[in-house]
């Protein structure tokens, strides 16, 4: 079953049933190793989970919690290995979104989920992208609207020698440091799919439209250079004196990073459909606030799968 969460829409499953956890790899067709979040409803259940949940882990979800931060901690042996790929750490999240939290609440159970595509494409924030990447392979959406931050949650591990950001997301190193001595990063830039890395989903091509999409600072540059077919343009809003050719497709989004995060991938999903050749995005700007939306456009623009 999908539901909405405040980030992206998730395909859940009761993370203590393996069978069902099971189901949710081969609806997605996302490798086993893969570690799965699970959501709670309630600090006390993630508390379960956890062994040891520390006075660290306590802090952060009792500040951020409703809200998109994912905990990585030290998993207690009862929870499925099926629920974190075999690893002996498991991430912990609870959502904001009320109709997600009315259903974490009701079920009263811990529930697996991750967002709620097909593996390595782009994470649905409506009901609308489910049905169109799951289709039937889904039994259930939960309609809640558009998701409101847009982008997948921060991943903090707390099982590294310094509490270490996995995933960039909307809750950022700065806001994260007022709770901690220290926040490190995992990557500086798109990981080498070669190298080892922490945090097994973060493959770099990920978050992907089946469009070959590329990033651009200049766009006019993008014009003079390319006749191949009609581009599905993804630009900044401030950028009015720029003109596409006859045919292609623009989306356009606030130059601001919490807007442009939350209608991000609406827009790749609609140019995805718009039937172009290729999608080029403006690049935003290099600054730290922008920091999750990059990671996020250098993952779709990754070449390959
Ligand atoms: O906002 C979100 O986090 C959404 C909504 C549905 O909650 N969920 C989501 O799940 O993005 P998913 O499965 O698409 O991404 C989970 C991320 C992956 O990068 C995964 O590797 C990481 O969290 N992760 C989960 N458990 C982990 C663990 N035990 N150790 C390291 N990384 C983990
Ligand atoms: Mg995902």
Same mark, same amino acid.
């Given at each position: 079953? #999908? ?22 790899? +081969? ?13 709670? *409803?309630?600090? +006390?259940?993630?508390?379960? $989970?956890?062994?040891? $949940? ?31 790929? &075999? ?45 169109? &990447? ?10 809640? *609207? ?23 997301? #909307? ?13 490190? $990063? ?42 191949? *077919? ?10 009015? +004196?720029?003109?596409?050719?006859? &045919? ?13 995060? #939350? ?30 939306? $990059? ?11």
């Amino acid at each position: 079953m #999908a539901f909405p969460t405040e980030t992206v829409y998730g395909l859940g499953a009761h993370a203590l049933d393996p069978e069902a956890v099971e189901r949710i790899f +081969e609806v997605k067709d996302r490798p086993e190793t893969h570690p799965l979040i699970v959501h709670v *409803g309630d600090i +006390e259940v993630a508390m379960q $989970w956890s062994d040891p $949940w520390s006075e660290e882990a306590q802090r952060l979800a009792e500040h951020f919690w409703p809200g998109p931060l994912t905990l990585i901690v030290p998993r207690n042996s009862r929870l499925p290995a099926e629920v974190t790929g &075999g690893l002996e750490t498991v991430g912990l999240r609870m959502p904001s979104h009320p109709v997600g939290m009315a259903l974490l609440r009701r079920a009263d159970l811990p529930v697996a989920a991750p967002s709620a595509n097909p593996h390595q494409h782009l994470s649905p924030t409506r009901a609308e992208h489910v049905v169109h &990447g799951l289709g039937e392979r889904v039994d259930m959406v939960i309609d809640g *609207g558009a998701t409101d931050v847009g982008i997948e949650s921060t991943v903090l591990s707390l099982c590294e020698d310094v509490p270490t950001i996995l995933r960039p997301g #909307a809750i950022g190193r700065d806001h994260l440091a007022s709770l901690l001595d220290s926040v490190a $990063w995992a990557d500086d830039a798109v990981p080498d799919p070669e190298t080892r890395r922490p945090s097994p989903g973060m493959s770099a091509r990920h978050y992907a439209p089946e469009t070959r999409v590329r990033l651009a600072a200049e766009v006019e540059d993008v014009v003079e250079l390319d006749d191949s *077919g009609a581009i599905g343009w993804l630009l900044l809003d401030g950028s009015s +004196e720029f003109e596409p050719r006859a &045919g292609d497709v623009v989306e356009r989004l606030p130059s601001e990073p919490a807007s442009y995060a #939350a209608g991000l991938y609406a827009a790749l999903h609609n140019l995805d459909r718009a039937s172009c050749t290729r999608i080029v995005v403006q690049s935003p700007p290099r600054h730290e606030g922008w920091r999750a939306v $990059w990671n996020r456009l250098e993952r779709a623009s990754t070449p390959g799968r």
